[in-house]
C-alpha cells in the first residue's frame, strides 16, 4: 500500500492523498445514503450503510486511503452522556462534565460499546482494494474532552479553560478516563481490520504552549505508547490543529507516532524545517482553494515545491472538506497531486 509506506518514509511511485471529511456532505452520493439512514448518529450505526459511504471517496476521488466513516463523538455518546446532532447547530449533548460531582456520570467500557464501528471496519476492509489503506480514528483527550465539557462546539473554550486554571485535577481526571477508553477503541479498532491511525486534536489550538503539552499532547503520547507496544508496525498520524506558533517543542520531545498532520494555518516550509526530519509530514491545503480550479492548482504547487516529489510527505487537506465544495475540483485535485509527483 502507497500510503503505508509513505508512513514509514518509504519510496513510493508517487506521494499519497487523501483529504480529510473526504465522506460528507459535499458528495450527493453521501447526502442519499445519510437520508436513507434517517440521520447522521443512525448512519454512523449503521455498519453497511457506514461502509458504502467510507467507500464513496474511494471510488469517486480515487484517493490512497478511505478514513472509517463514523465520528470522534461516539466515544462521549457511550461513556454515557447522549448525543444529538441538530440540524445546522453540530453536536449536542444532553449532559456535560462541569464539577467534581459530573465525573460520576461517567461510565467505563465505552469502547466495549462500539461493535457498530468494528463491523464497519471489518465490512469495509473485505470491500476495499487491497493497494488501499483503512485509517482507523479517534479524538484525541484534549478535543473530546472540550465536547464533554462545553456540551457542544465551541469558539472560546471557556468553561475547558476555567476548569484548567481552576480545578486542573478534574481536567486530568476527565484526561485519563479518556485516554483509558481511547487505548482499548483503538486496539479495537486495529484487531477489526485497519491499517493506520489517525488521532484528531481539532482543538489543540484553543490552549497555549505549556497547557497544551501538559494536557493535550501527554495523553496522546500515553496512547501512540499504548499502540506501538504491541502494535508497531501500524502507522500513526496526530493531527494537532493550531499548534504552528511552538512546532519546536514536538521536535524535542519524546515521541512514538509516525506522522505529524500540519494544518493550512501551519507554514510548511517551517513544518519541513523544524519536524521533516522526524516526523513524515501531512498536509496542509488550504480547503477553501477547492472553490476555484486556479487557486487550487497555485495550492498544490507550493505544498509541492516545499516538500519535493520524494519520500517524507502525505498529501491531505490542511483541515476537513467543505459541505459545498465543489466535488469535480476535489477530482481534479487528487489527479494533479499524483500527476505533478510521478517519480
Ligand atoms: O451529515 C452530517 O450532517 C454530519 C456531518 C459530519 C460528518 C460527515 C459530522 C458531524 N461528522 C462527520 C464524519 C467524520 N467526522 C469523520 C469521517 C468522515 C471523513 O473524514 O471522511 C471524521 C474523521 C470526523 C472527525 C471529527 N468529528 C472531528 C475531527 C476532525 C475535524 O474536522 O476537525 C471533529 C472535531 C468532529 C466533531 C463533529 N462532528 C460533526 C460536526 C459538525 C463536528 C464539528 C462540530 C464543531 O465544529 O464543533
Redo the contacts with the bound molecule.
Sequence with gaps: MIFIDACKRKDTPYTPIWL??????YLSEYREV?AKAGN?LDLCKNPALSCEVTLQ?IDILDCDAA???????VIPLEMGLGLN?LKNE??KFETCIRNNNDLGILQTNAYKKLDYVYDTISLTRAKLSKDKALIG?C?APW?LATYMIEGQ??KTYTHSKKMLYTNPNLLRNILEKLTNELKLYLESQIKAGVDAIMI?D?WAGALEEKAYIEFGFNYINEIADYIKKTYSNIPIIVFP?GVGGFLDRFANLNSNFDVFGIDWGTSMKNAKHILGDKFVLQGNLEPCRIYDMEAMESGIDDIINIMGNTSGHIFNLG??MLPDLPVSNAIRLVQLVREKTKR
Excluded: E, N, V, Y
Design positions: 480529510m471529511r473526504q465522506a460528507g456532505r445519510r447522521f471517496p478514513i472509517l466513516f463514523s465520528d470522534i463523538l446532532f453540530g453536536p480514528f479524538g478535543t462546539g465551541s484528531f481539532s490543529k483541515h476537513g
